[in-house]
């Protein structure tokens, strides 16, 4: 674990030489308004945003500003163009805390900032990758604090049907204490061998075809390379939270099964009464339609809509296509905030 804390390092410094060479982030004026031991929370925008509010929930292992990379690709500016009140949580490193703390206890503080905030209102949430099922997860332990659920390529069900690339090989695998044991953190590159030796079709192979069909666009060249250095922004996650993740949700499918317990509560797709939308790509290994569609039809509200996106050029990894894609911004996106506003 110490020789993949030493490559997180230089990860990072790789990145700060491609922000020498131009490709920093380029994101929105913000400003914080909560804080705490495991992450942050950021408003966007003023008081003339009268819409829902929406908090975006990043994955932990990843900084949060690929939601707003640059301003033609920022989930933000366009939130921000439908007046909506805008926040984005940062999670923090934090060794300490497992699935039950990232649910029951942080979401829930970040979700009573927001209420203060905003008079009140309840918000949107919408998840990214495992930020989505975070997101899911808390939804169904405090359906009453959620107005809606945007799901965006996070995966719900598990197990060897539900997982993808990852379910087949987390069954076959042995209990992730075994390396997991001698550090509270576990680095973001161990996780990110860990994904491409899962699936390197989607983490590798991707990843090349896309740089050369980016070659001859300009434009499409330098998103690409700003999403690489977003990808080299490497940080741990908590020993606990991936062996929670790994155990209770990939390996045992608690989730689904309606055998989750989280701070006491029963945790399972039928207390999810918000309105629901989520994306998928159809093509996706890393979360295939099996992952999303069977949590659709077992939560406990009949108002869900399923939105495909079916990837782009300039992204780097496909699976990150739907937050920075050209397409998905000028496609997918309308669509999303018609739904999150109809919510109001």
């Known amino acids: ?32 308004i909560h804080a705490q031991p495991g992450f942050e929370l950021r408003r966007y925008g003023g008081a003339a945003d009268d819409g829902p509010a929406i908090l975006l929930l990043p994955a932990p292992i990843k900084r949060a500003y690929i939601w707003d990379l640059a301003p033609r690709v920022s989930v933000v500016r366009r939130c921000l163009e439908r007046r909506l009140r805008v926040y984005l949580l940062r999670w923090r490193e934090h060794g300490e805390l497992g699935l039950a703390d990232y649910v029951d206890r942080l979401l829930a503080d970040a979700v009573s900032a927001i209420e203060a905030d905003s008079a009140g209102g309840r918000p949107v949430i919408a998840g990214h990758s495992l930020g989505g099922t975070l997101g899911a997860l808390f939804a169904a332990a405090h359906p009453e604090r959620v107005r809606g659920l945007v799901l965006l390529e996070a995966p719900l069900r598990f197990g060897p049907d539900g997982a993808g690339a990852f379910g087949p090989k987390v069954a076959a ?11 509270s953190m576990v680095p973001g590159t161990w996780l990110g061998l860990a994904a491409t030796m899962a699936a390197p079709d989607a983490f590798v192979w991707d990843r090349w075809v896309d740089q050369m069909a980016s070659a001859w666009d300009p434009e499409r060249l330098v998103l690409h390379y700003r999403v690489v250095r977003w990808m080299l922004d490497e940080r741990p996650l908590s020993r606990r939270l991936f062996d929670d993740v790994v155990e209770l949700l990939y390996r045992e499918d608690r989730f689904m099964r309606g055998t989750l317990t989280l701070g006491g509560q029963e945790v399972r797709p039928g207390r999810v009464t918000a309105p629901i939308l989520a994306v998928v790509d159809p093509r996706s290994r890393v979360v295939p339609r099996a992952s999303v569609r069977p949590f659709l039809d077992a939560a406990g509200t009949l108002d869900t809509t399923l939105l495909e996106y079916g990837g782009d050029t300039g992204v780097a990894l496909q699976h990150l296509g739907v937050l920075v894609g050209p397409i998905a911004h000028r496609r997918l996106w309308p669509q999303i905030l018609d739904w999150v506003v109809r919510l109001s």
């Open 1 to 32: 674990m110490d020789a993949f804390t030493s490559a997180d390092h230089v990860r990072r410094l790789t990145g700060t030489w491609l922000e020498a060479a131009g490709l920093r982030p380029r994101e929105t004026p913000s400003r914080r």
């Open 173 to 183: 695998a042995a209990r992730t204490q075994s390396a997991t044991r001698l550090s």
